[in-house]
């Protein structure tokens, strides 16, 4: 099984680091995928993707969330050290409406600049996108952009953006939020395909039940896959193979 999603550079995980990745690879896990936040985050991701190269992979970018007055200069220092270090992809970027529109406009300009990244770099991008569905879509949708893919983590949209999204070519990562009593996020995916979904955890955050309010770990991917095989109604060996193909066809194109 692959996490395409884990900020596992977080502080919660550094004390026992080794600890914790033991505990992955015994879970079942092959690899985990790195988002990056922002400058701070950056050395302490590239440090652990350097420390464990065949089980970490890195992605750089600016979160949307930590696009304020300084966006500039952040993008600035990102884009060198992307140009001279191997990623995955450009991620975490997109746009989040959720808790303030102060930078909304300046959400837009930060993403659509390191879409320009991924495409230079022939590499894949990877979404976070919160209360912002419409002018996410309107921007993937532009001509220039039209080769872009990769995933839309933590899909939390609605059915139709969800058929639009994948139309467009791009994948939806899938959580811990699938555990959730009263989520509807199944009846937003039932009609999407496995092969265009990956899964994730965004551990430490989003744990899936009956770990939900704890810390969360890529070692619970296993939670989250099963709970995907009983709702699309398949083994949970092809869950997995699926889901594991998918993400490494995202690898080939980045080089991996």
């Known amino acids: 099984m692959i996490d395409t999603h884990a900020h596992l550079y ?12 033991q505990d992955i690879l015994a879970s079942g896990v092959s690899e985990v995928w790195l988002p990056n936040c922002d400058v701070a985050s950056w050395s302490d991701l590239k440090k652990l993707s350097t420390d464990y ?6 992605m750089i970018g600016l979160h949307p969330t930590y696009v304020k007055s300084t966006y500039v200069s952040e993008l600035k220092a990102l884009k ?37 990244w991924a495409l230079d770099r022939k590499i894949w991008i990877d979404i976070h996108c919160r209360k912002a569905y419409a002018d996410l879509i309107k921007i993937i949708r532009l001509p220039e ?25 791009f994948y939806l990562g899938i959580g811990g939020v699938i555990t ?55 083994s949970l060996e092809e869950l997995v193979n699926q889901t594991s193909k998918n993400a490494v066809q995202l690898k080939t194109i980045s080089g991996y």
């Open 80 to 116: 060198e050290e992307l140009d001279q270090t191997k990623v995955l992809a450009i991620g975490e970027i997109g746009l989040d409406y959720h808790w303030d529109t102060t930078f909304a406009a300046e959400q837009i300009i930060a993403f659509k600049q390191q879409c320009h």
């Open 180 to 234: 959730y009593k009263n989520t509807t996020l199944f009846q937003d995916i039932a009609d999407i395909p496995l092969n265009r979904i990956v899964l994730e955890t965004d551990a430490p955050y989003l744990s899936p039940v009956p770990h939900r309010g704890k810390p969360n770990s890529p070692k619970y991917i296993p939670l989250i896959a099963q709970k995907l095989a009983d709702l699309y109604e398949v």
């Open 10 to 21: 977080d502080a919660y995980f550094q004390e026992d680091m080794s600890v914790h990745i």
């Open 145 to 169: 952009f039209k080769d872009l893919g990769g995933i839309v983590h933590c899909f939390s949209g609605d059915a139709r953006e969800a058929k639009i999204l994948t139309d467009l070519g």
């Open 53 to 58: 190269p065949d089980f970490v992979l890195p």
